[in-house]
């Protein structure tokens, strides 16, 4: 039987208060995950909430049970997480591997972007190793985060169409470091997911190549995602910060559960709060008014499918605490 893991995040205030800046990414910094990746590529899927957005992405966690996929070796090289013990990996430029061959990660936003509104976006990325025998040997530029109203997915992979809403024109080539790639925009339409690569033809890209090879190859490591409508909150954020729950932790119980919990909660005088319940397609699944003087809401849908479901809790429409709970019938 898959061992299921819970963590719950903690990134504001233990307690319910309005808070304005979030991270509208979940899982962040891939530290959330159901399962470790093993000896085969392309399972970003294992991070809770993230998928393939076109071709392939790897998973790389400290938990692998292969040295290809593990953190910090593996078998693009060498780099401890920006935050935790896990990241993401894929070329980002590959033009040997097939026309525009490139890959991308994505996820769907805890809630969608509003129209006119202006955004502050944040990743960092590594270079991996440069190596003859891996035959990665390229750096580039025009990596950068691609918002859309629709998910895109391995059938159906994000455009390169020489578009990003926030993108680098800078070859990153620095293989010990981290580097943040950063910048804002307004949004245009509602958007709903959020797709890191490289969304630009070749023939738009500049490359840094070290060495000759057959194959010219720029592969990255990718960590510490961050969205927000707060000028200060991407640029100060340095990672999710995660514990995992034990049977101590009481405030969702049970967990696992077969539709039946409980959530604790803390609401201000005069502050009103719910809770909204997504599945992982980011689908609202359920929504609840919480009581001010309760302290605690039971939430039961036994119609809910067998799978692991997102919860938030809002207070005056701010999104303060988030976390998963997993439905086993």
Do not use: H
């Not at 808070?19 to 392309?42: M, R």
């Amino acid at each position: 039987m898959k061992k299921l893991f819970l963590i719950l995040l903690f990134p504001f205030s233990f307690f319910l208060s309005p808070l304005k800046a979030q991270n509208l990414v979940y899982n962040p910094s891939f530290e959330i995950y159901d399962s470790c990746p093993n000896n085969t590529g392309c399972q970003i899927q294992y991070a809770t909430g993230w998928s393939i957005y076109r071709t392939c992405i790897d998973y790389l966690n400290s938990c692998a049970n292969s040295s290809s996929y593990g953190v910090p070796y593996n078998s693009a090289g060498f780099q401890y997480a920006a935050t935790g013990n896990a990241y993401g990996g894929g070329y980002f430029y590959f033009p040997a591997g097939g026309i525009e061959d490139k890959e991308d990660v994505g996820t769907t936003l805890l809630s969608p972007l509003a129209k006119g509104t202006k955004y502050y976006v944040s990743f960092k990325v590594s270079l991996c190793s440069i190596d003859s025998n891996l035959g990665t040997n390229a750096a580039v530029n025009k990596i950068g985060a691609l918002f859309s109203t629709v998910q895109y997915s391995f059938n159906s992979p994000a455009p390169i169409n020489n578009y990003a809403q926030v993108y680098t024109n800078t070859i990153i080539s620095d293989t010990l470091n981290w580097t943040t790639i950063s910048g804002s925009f307004i949004a245009d339409s509602v958007y709903k997911y959020l797709a890191i690569g490289n969304f630009f033809t070749d023939a738009n890209i500049s490359k840094m190549v070290f060495f000759k090879s057959n194959d010219t190859l720029a592969y990255y490591y990718i960590d510490d995602i961050c969205v927000s409508t707060d000028s200060n909150y991407c640029a100060n954020w340095t990672g999710i910060s995660t514990i995992n729950a034990t049977e101590n932790d009481n405030f969702v119980y049970p967990n696992p559960s077969n539709g039946s919990f409980t959530i604790e909660y803390q609401l201000n005088q005069g502050d009103i709060g719910k809770v909204c319940l997504y599945n992982t397609l980011g689908e609202k699944v359920g929504e609840y008014m919480l009581n001010q003087s309760e302290g605690k809401m039971n939430i039961t849908n036994y119609s809910l499918s067998n799978g692991v479901y997102i919860y938030q809790l809002y207070d005056n429409d701010n999104i303060v605490k988030f976390g998963k709970i997993v439905i086993m019938k």
